[in-house]
T-cell receptor
Framework: DAKTTQPTSMDCAEGRAANLPCNHSTISGNEYVYWYRQIHSQGPQYIIHGLKNNETNEMASLIITEDRKSSTLILPHATLRDTAVYYCIVIGHAGGTSYGKLTFGQGTILTVHP | EPEVTQTPSHQVTQMGQEVILRCVPISNHLYFYWYRQILGQKVEFLVSFYNNEISEKSEIFDDQFSVERPDGSNFTLKIRSTKLEDSAMYFC????????????FGQGTRLTVV
């Protein structure tokens, strides 16, 4: 699976959009970009994933660049409860089914302040 | 909302003792995982389990570790002879498909080896 690079930490004001970047320049054609988060030593929580099109769900939006070498997770209206470590993970898929383990890096510590 | 349940939430054991960590995955999920997180470190993959057998394991998952799905609902991780360095948070996860596709994590068991 391709390696990812994320900033160590970011701050965001409550109510503002949080934009978390991720670089995955060695991503290959069958690899998806996944985002998980971990709130204060709780179990990781799935947020969103995508291949090349932008994706949106009730939690967040995922913007993937046209060359797929980077992506941005957007939390449109961050709240204090969004303070967490956010992980960008690239995982290979085969025939629509992902394979391989989740490899967590250090992630980005997002702090949402009042 | 369905959830993965882990018991106990905290276990203290003496070095050399055997421990069994228990998990109840989401009922219609087919793939099961154990991860661990040593305090202050990354979440690390231990093992994946499908169709009553191990499908992948990491270097951490040596002979002192074993997994079992004894009754079709529980998924257990056994550590045969605990060491101080086994102290960590252990997370169980399950998914409908292999790999990361919306893997659901439990809240974890904090294992302390003294």
């Amino acid at each position: 699976d391709a390696k990812t690079t994320q900033p160590t930490s970011m701050d965001c004001a409550e109510g503002r959009a949080a934009n978390l970047p991720c670089n995955h320049s060695t991503i290959s054609g069958n690899e998806y970009v996944y985002w998980y988060r971990q709130i204060h030593s709780q179990g990781p929580q799935y947020i969103i994933h995508g291949l090349k099109n932008n994706e949106t769900n009730e939690m967040a939006s995922l913007i993937i660049t046209e060359d797929r070498k980077s992506s941005t997770l957007i939390l449109p209206h961050a709240t204090l409860r969004d303070t967490a470590v956010y992980y960008c993970i690239v995982i290979g898929h085969a025939g629509g089914t992902s394979y391989g383990k989740l490899t967590f890096g250090q992630g980005t510590i997002l702090t949402v302040h009042p | 909302e369905p959830e993965v349940t882990q018991t106990p939430s905290h276990q203290v054991t003496q070095m050399g003792q055997e421990v069994i960590l228990r998990c109840v995955p989401i009922s219609n999920h087919l793939y099961f995982y154990w991860y661990r997180q040593i305090l202050g470190q990354k979440v690390e993959f231990l093992v994946s389990f499908y169709n009553n057998e191990i499908s992948e394991k990491s270097e951490i998952f040596d002979d002192q570790f074993s997994v079992e799905r004894p009754d079709g609902s529980n998924f257990t991780l056994k550590i045969r002879s605990t060491k101080l360095e086994d102290s960590a948070m252990y997370f169980c996860a399950s998914s409908e498909e292999q790999g990361g596709t919306e893997a659901f994590f439990g809240q974890g068991t904090r294992l302390t080896v003294v």
